[in-house]
Each structure stands twice: as structure tokens, then as C-alpha cells.
């Protein structure tokens, strides 16, 4: 089957697009090819080799669905594709929207609902897990200025200024979150999450739920070294039942569908561990579960295939993954071949 | 006589992909604009370039040198051809 | 030999992050007619700038809201929001689709009863409301929205004086968890005003609480807001039977639904991120669903939803007028209809289509406006393909605000004509011309330069 993937951008905040397309390549049984969907021409997972097959341009979200449909379906009369996987939190809404229509000339998806996709929304997630005696930071979703005032009412300093869909900044009075409201909110639009700041390691787990509420594998990770834009830069497997239960628990009650990546704090004074974050989607460190015996990208295949796929119950403690810059050295050829063609 | 000059450190590919080798910059042609650079690289003057078009692709005269002037303009502002 | 066809000649320069032609291009397609009449013929016919307005679409967008609620709760009734679109015409489809009228100043509730519609059948809501409507609105039996002490003073003793019985509901306004809250309009709830509200109303002998009203705010793109409003309200109208024993007729929860239009600031489009109609009527109708009320009690759910309905029925078709480069190299088009008619481009990224096929490449372009005005500018930044001078583009999605906020300056109002269902052209409100503007004014004799 040939297989699209999004998200080739493994930059210094990497998109989960090449760690999922290595994840896939390792399969014997995929036979086919997988075709890379980037959106710029600078996207590394173009230049590494024996990675995609053959990559395209794609319209940006921000242009509307139409475009985007008719692109997919002009690489669809050339490629035939039979699954996507959109890989970056900003396609998901569009993904989403568009699967019945893509379903209707033959390519599949896996994808989570709209509620689940709503579902890192403040007070849901917040109710959420407050249901569930999850422990969860304070969150406030802030759309102008003048609400950064309600701060110290909230939570007091320092708290985290966090863009909808990517990037963050500890503020530690009011002038710093202004600074933050002001950058992110003109990056990403509104709303601006605004949270409760605290102190400790991070712990991540990736996960895939089923949709019936199953989950299919889930891998729990410690960050070993993150850098100043706070991305995980190496980490390695542990063994942490308090955080895989509470993985298990939130796709339970969401019947999550799809990839994911929960990600934990536990708190340096009391020990006790707060989800921070529910991203719906694989994670760019995904690679590290089929290294450590899940292949988590190869099972959400199966499942859009609606194969039976049976649960992971166990991995590799004490595997790392180290991140690494390593430069690809191309000719501009390629580079004019995907921006004037849209196509290598 | 040629009233417009190309740098000797561009190379333009048969897709309208134009480097610029000497800064590094990359830019994309449309077809015309394409058209366009080649006449200027075989050092045809801006009429001569002008009266081409027009015999090749259906647009009035008033139109043309319009656009003309606007996309000189622009290859100018770029650094990609010297006018006298 | 017949020549090929022309483009102008563009050159792009790759900036990263920028450089994807096949991604910021979302006016690759064009839009050449509205419901099957070609746009080049309506402008041939009715000149440009030019609003039309699909009937097709408005009946369908109220079909459709119909359904949606009435299958999610057995008692709905739509009130037409005329500010959002008052042309009599575009009134009258909404009437005819068994819509009320909802009025917030005197001239609308007159131009609701010129279209037909009876007092009761009108919803007579805003601050600002004379005696002389209050007492007409009295007489013909609306339901007039009272927003605040003075008006239902002013009420109470009018109805005293005159010897008539009034129909009222209130005004509610409350904290549903988003900003910014409006408070400016009606009684709050959570501090109590409201309830006081409604006790004086009760006391009052000539007049009826008929039902309960709020409007949480414009453009939501919260389901869950309208689900909480839906409950405060319920709640009022349960205590109101608890402890006076009347059972309110209605429950209108205002207007307020997000259309497709994407603000500006806003990174995702539109249609990614706005709730639909299903997820608000899912919101609402859990929200009075939890509040288990019998089957008398049960009161009919007001909806008066402007924008979500109108907003994708209307488009602007406007002309080039010229072609520039900025001093910063950037493009601009300057068209022939300006923020004078287009007021909503304030605050929306409107959604333009060229309306003839002009080639894939596209150029960052400025679109300006007719208007000999700094601020008359129609969007900041689109990708465009080049457009010659008197070629057309079609603005979309302006069919709520546009054509009751426009005024004229500079220039003057366009014609405004309907695409009807069989496929006809319809002129339903006529350009404005000299005589027009000029009926109005009177000059001092002393002034005149021509003596008589």
C-alpha cells in the first residue's frame, strides 16, 4: 500500500513526519511506496535518502480545505495513495474535516474526532482529567491583553504563556507574559493558553488508542536533555506505571483514535505527576517506541486498515534516543525541483 | 543594441528557476517572465523583446509595455539586470 | 496562427517559509458565476461594484438550521435579525420561510409590519426605544425585550396610563466563560438584577413576562457557551413557575453563531475551527434537556441567528481599477468598491476569488479600495494572480453587516440584486445616484451661488 505522511520538517522543532516514515520503512510487510507531503522545500525529510519515495507540496492549512483537497487529489492520480498520516496539530482540524472526502477517492485516514481534537481546550481538559483525578496545572485561555491582568488572581508568577498550537515561554511577572501574549498571538492567532507553572522533570508517553477506548501501546519516556526551545533533545524508556495508567485511563474515557502524546511533569516538592498536555498526534521522538518493541506508526496502519491489531504489553526499558544535527549535503537541483515543480 | 544587461552570475534552468550565484538568492519565472530573460540574455533590446511577445502571445501592445515596465522594475530590485 | 494566451510576467524570489506556491495560494480557483449566472453578465447588466444575493442559499441555510434544531428540540422558532441584513427582499425569504422579525430600533419594527409581519410576530429588542414604540409595540401586541429599569418603568407606566396590557420578556446577560462578557445590554444575572427584574414585572398588573432573552455575544466560537446560557435561562424560567407559578412561553437565546468568515488574527481558516450549526443546536438542546422540563413548561426556543444564516449568501463583485508596485516592491490591486461598502473587512480576512482563470502564479498583493482614503484598504495580504486592469474578482461571505452598515462616501451605494431560485436576476435595492443624495439636503438662499 503507498502511505502519505506529513511533517517532514525535522528542524530544531521537529515534525513528526521522517520519525514516522522510519518507523513504517522498518515494516517488511509494507510493500508500496510512501510519499512524503511537505510544505516547504526546505524540509529535511526531502533531502535524507531512502527516506520517502517521492515527496510533494502541499498547500499550507491556513489556505482552506479546497485548495488542499485538490491538491491531494492531483498527487492522488499520480501516486494512488491509499492512507494518510497527517503528522503537525495545525493539519489535524482540516484532516478531520476532510475524511469523508477523502474517503470518497480511496484514501483512508486514522484519525481523532473533533471532540478529541477539542479536547486540550482549557476547561475540558481541565474538567476532564478533574473528573478523572488526573492532577492538571490551572489553565486560563486568554484572547486579549487585558485579561493577562487576571493573572495573579488565577495562579500568580511565574506562570507558562503557550501558543494553540505550538511554542511556549515561562513569563515571571506581567510585562514578560505581555511580551509572550503579544509574540504568540500574532504567530498563531488566538486563543492564548495561559498556565500554572510547575517545577520539575519531563515525562512523555506516546500512545495509540484505538477509537473503542483500547489502548494499543504506549511508551513512557523521561526527557534526559531539552533544549532552550524546550524540545526534548535525548530521553530514554522507563518504567513508570503511575503515568502509562494515566495514558491508559485518557484514552479509555476519550476512546481516543489516533497517535498521541501525553506529556507529564511531576512536580520537584510533592512527587506527584500533572498532565500538561495532550498533543493529538504522534510525537516527533515516536521512532523510539518500535525501538523499543512498539511499532506504534506500523500498528495505527493496521487499525486504518481495520485489521485486528493486538496490544503491546511491554518494552525495552533503558533505550535512549539522542537527537542529532547532522547536515545533508544535496545540489540545488533538488531544491528547484520542489519549488518550481512542487514535486522530487 | 542591447539597452539591457544580465550579470554573467545567474544561471537560469529550463523550469524558469533563476540562481544567483553569487548572493546565494533563488527565484521562480513564469512562463513569460522566462520568455523574457532569455531574449534579455541574448541581448535583445526592450523593444525588440516587446515586439516578440506580441507576436507570440495575444495581449495589446498598451498592456504589454505596462507589465513590462513593472516587471523590469522588479528584476532591477533584485539586482538581476543592469539598464542603461 | 493563433498566439498563446497571455500572462503578465512575474518573477518570484524564495524566501524560506514563504516560498510555497502550491500552499499560500488560496485563489488558485476561480469563481466565474453565482448559483449558474455568470458573473461577467451580472456586471454587463447591473454595472460594478455589485452585491448579489443567492436566494437558493438563504432558503437552504434556514431549511437547514430548521431542521437541525427541531430535530434536536421539539419546540424552535427563528426571529430574522434585520440589522444583519434589513433589504426588504432578503426580509421577506426569511418571512416566508415562517421566520418572526427581530427588531432593535423603531424603523425596523416598521419595516417588518410594511412586509407583513403582525406585532406578535415581532421581537422588539435594544436600548432605545421611544414611548411612541413602546405604546405601538403595546397596541400590536410584540414582544417587546426590555433592556433595562428606565424602559421598564417607562413601560409599567404606560401601561397604566393607556389602560393596555404589554407582552414583555428581559434582557439577560451572565458570565458563559468568554470574553469579553456583555454586560451592557439587559440585566445580569448572577448579581441578582435579573431575578429583581422579574419580580417587578410580575408585580406589575398589566403586564405579562411572555419570556426570557440573552445574547451572549457575536462570533462565538464556543458550542459550550450557549449550552451554559441555555441552563441560566432554564433555570430562571423554573424558579419563575416555583414561586409565581407562570409558565414562560419562550426562551430566545439571541444570535451570535460564527459564519464562515475568518477574522483577521485568526491562523486557521474558518471552516477548520468554527462549530457548525449542529454542534451550537447540540449545545443548546442538552442544556434545556438537563433541565427536564414537563411538557407544558416546556418553553419554545427563540433563535434569532443573522450571520450564520446570511453571511455565505452574499457576494461582492468588484473591478480592477489598476495595478501598482509599493515603494517596498510589493503588489497592490486598487478595485472599485471600498471599506465604504465592505465595512466587515475590518475585522474579517474575507475570502476573494479572481472571477476569471488568471493563471497559477501569484504574487503577496494589497487590495485597496476606490476611496481617496488612507484607511480604505479591502485586506492587507493575499496571494492573488496577476489581474489586468477592468477584470473581476468576487468577494465572499458578505451578506451579514455589509449591506446595513455601508454608507456612502466618497462613493455611492451599488445596485444589489438576487439570483433566484429559477435561475433569474432580480434588481431588489438600486444604485444610488445624485438625486439621491442631494433630495435631502437644502441650501440657505444666501449661499447660492446660481440665484433663482
Keep these: 500500500m503507498n502511505i502519505a505522511v506529513t511533517g517532514l520538517n525535522a528542524t530544531d522543532n521537529p515534525g513528526p513526519g521522517v520519525p514516522v516514515i522510519r518507523s513504517l520503512k522498518e515494516v517488511k510487510e509494507i510493500s508500496g511506496n510512501i510519499i512524503g507531503l511537505v510544505y516547504d522545500p526546505l524540509e529535511p525529510g526531502i533531502y535524507l535518502e531512502n527516506l520517502a519515495d517521492k515527496c510533494y507540496q502541499i498547500p499550507y492549512p491556513s489556505s482552506g480545505l479546497e485548495n488542499l483537497f485538490n491538491r491531494i487529489s492531483l498527487i492522488n492520480e499520480i501516486e494512488k495513495i491509499d492512507l494518510i498520516i497527517p503528522t503537525l496539530d495545525s493539519e489535524l482540524y482540516g484532516f478531520v474535516k476532510l475524511q469523508d472526502k477523502l474517503r470518497g477517492i480511496g484514501i483512508k485516514t486514522f484519525l481523532p474526532t473533533f471532540e478529541q481534537l477539542n479536547i486540550r481546550g482549557k476547561d475540558k481538559l481541565f474538567d476532564f482529567c478533574k473528573e478523572n483525578g488526573i492532577k492538571v496545572p490551572k489553565n486560563i485561555l486568554v484572547a486579549s491583553a487585558q485579561e493577562l491582568y487576571k493573572i495573579p488572581d488565577q495562579f500568580g508568577y511565574p506562570v507558562v504563556i503557550k501558543g494553540i498550537f505550538y511554542e511556549a515561554y515561562i513569563a515571571n511577572n506581567f510585562d514578560e507574559a505581555h511580551s509572550a501574549f503579544n509574540k504568540l498571538s500574532y504567530k498563531w492567532g488566538f486563543p492564548i493558553i495561559v498556565q500554572e507553572f510547575v517545577k520539575g522533570d519531563e515525562f512523555n508517553v506516546v500512545a495509540l488508542g484505538d477509537g473503542k477506548g483500547k489502548t494499543i501501546g504506549a511508551v513512557a519516556m523521561r526527557k534526559l536533555y531539552i533544549t532552550d526551545k524546550g524540545k526534548g533533545w535525548s530521553g530514554v524508556t522507563i518504567d513508570e506505571p503511575n503515568i502509562l495508567s494515566v495514558s491508559h485511563k485518557v484514552i479509555e474515557k476519550t476512546k481516543w483514535r489516533s497517535g498521541m502524546e ?60 539522542v537527537r542529532c544535527s547532522w547536515d545533508l549535503i544535496t545540489d540545488i537541483k533538488i531544491f528547484e525541483r520542489i519549488t518550481v515543480k512542487g514535486e522530487n | 543594441m542591447a539597452d539591457i544587461t544580465i550579470p554573467k552570475n545567474l544561471a537560469v534552468s529550463d523550469s524558469g528557476f533563476l540562481f544567483l550565484t553569487s548572493t546565494g538568492e533563488t527565484f521562480t519565472l513564469n512562463e513569460i517572465g522566462h520568455f523574457i530573460f532569455k531574449q534579455f540574455q541574448q541581448n535583445d533590446s526592450f523593444e525588440t523583446v516587446k515586439n516578440k511577445i506580441a507576436q507570440e502571445y495575444e495581449v495589446d501592445l498598451n498592456s504589454l509595455e505596462k507589465d513590462l515596465d513593472d516587471f523590469i522594475a522588479q528584476l532591477k530590485a533584485y539586482n538581476l539586470i543592469e539598464t542603461k | ?236 424560567a423554573k424558579k419563575i413557575k416555583n414561586d409565581f407559578d407562570k409558565v414562560i412561553e419562550y426562551i ?99 475570502k476573494i476569488s479572481p472571477a476569471q482563470p488568471n493563471g497559477s502564479y501569484t504574487e503577496n498583493t494589497t487590495i485597496y479600495g476606490p476611496l481617496c482614503m488612507n484607511i480604505d484598504c479591502i485586506q492587507d495580504s493575499i496571494a492573488l494572480p496577476a489581474l489586468k486592469v477592468g477584470e473581476k474578482i468576487v468577494i465572499h461571505y458578505v451578506g451579514a453587516y455589509d449591506m446595513t452598515q455601508w454608507m456612502q462616501f466618497i462613493a455611492m451605494r451599488p445596485n444589489v440584486v438576487m439570483v433566484m431560485e429559477n435561475g433569474s436576476v432580480e434588481l431588489i435595492r438600486k444604485a444610488e445616484n445624485i438625486d439621491y443624495l442631494m433630495e435631502r439636503e437644502r441650501v440657505p438662499e444666501k449661499l447660492l451661488l446660481k440665484k433663482k
Design chain 1, 262 to 321: 501525553l506529556e507529564f511533569i511531576k512536580d520537584s516538592i510533592t512527587n506527584e505527576y500533572y498532565l500538561l498536555e495532550i498533543n493529538p498526534r504522534f510525537p516527533a521522538w515516536v521512532y523510539l517506541a518500535p525501538s523499543a518493541g512498539q511499532n506504534l506508526p506500523y500498528a495505527l496502519v493496521k487499525l486504518a486498515n481495520e485489521e485486528s491489531v493486538p496490544q503491546f504489553d511491554s518494552y525495552e526499558i533503558g533505550k535512549i534516543f
Design chain 3, 252 to 350: 430566545d437565546l439571541g444570535g451570535g453563531f460564527a459564519s464562515h468568515n475568518t477574522l483577521l488574527g485568526q491562523y486557521l481558516p474558518a471552516e477548520q475551527v468554527v462549530p457548525s450549526i449542529e454542534q451550537f443546536a447540540d449545545s443548546i438542546s442538552s442544556g434545556l434537556f438537563e433541565l427536564s422540563f414537563t411538557n407544558e413548561e416546556m418553553p419554545t426556543l427563540i433563535l434569532e441567528t443573522g450571520r450564520a444564516l446570511v453571511d455565505d449568501a452574499g457576494f461582492l463583485i468588484s473591478s480592477v481599477i489598476a495595478n501598482k508596485r509599493l515603494s517596498d516592491g510589493r503588489r497592490a490591486v486598487i478595485i472599485d468598491a471600498g471599506v465604504n461598502l465592505l465595512f466587515t473587512s475590518f475585522w474579517y480576512k474575507h
Design chain 3, 1 to 236: 496562427m493563433t498566439k498563446k494566451r497571455y500572462e503578465r510576467p512575474i518573477i518570484i524570489k524564495h524566501i524560506s517559509g514563504l516560498m510555497n506556491k502550491f500552499g499560500s495560494n488560496p485563489t488558485a480557483s476561480y469563481k466565474s458565476d453565482i448559483d449558474g449566472v455568470a458573473v461577467e453578465k451580472l456586471v454587463e447588466k447591473f454595472g460594478s461594484p455589485l452585491f448579489v444575493i443567492s436566494e437558493k442559499q438563504l432558503r437552504q441555510n434556514q431549511r437547514e438550521a430548521y431542521r437541525i434544531f427541531k430535530t434536536r428540540y421539539p419546540k424552535v422558532q427563528f426571529a430574522w435579525s434585520y440589522k444583519t441584513n434589513y433589504l426588504n427582499a432578503v426580509c421577506s425569504v426569511f418571512h416566508q420561510e415562517n421566520s418572526w422579525a427581530e427588531v432593535v430600533s423603531e424603523f425596523e419594527y416598521e419595516k417588518a409590519r410594511r412586509l407583513g409581519i403582525k406585532g406578535e410576530h415581532i421581537i422588539f429588542n435594544g436600548p432605545d426605544k421611544s414611548r411612541e414604540a413602546l405604546l405601538r409595540a403595546m397596541k400590536e401586541k410584540a414582544k417587546i425585550h426590555i433592556d433595562h429599569f428606565d424602559e421598564l418603568y417607562t413601560i409599567i407606566e404606560l401601561t397604566e396610563a393607556e389602560k393596555l396590557k404589554a407582552k414583555v420578556a428581559i434582557r439577560v446577560n451572565m458570565d458563559v466563560g468568554i470574553y469579553p462578557m456583555w454586560d451592557r445590554f439587559g440585566f445580569n444575572f448572577e448579581n441578582g438584577e435579573a431575578w429583581q427584574a422579574i419580580k417587578r414585572i410580575i408585580a406589575a398588573k398589566n403586564l405579562e413576562l411572555v419570556g426570557l432573552h440573552t445574547h451572549i455575544g457575536t462570533y462565538m466560537m464556543s458550542a459550550e457557551a450557549y449550552r451554559v446560557a441555555a441552563i441560566n435561562l432554564g433555570t430562571l
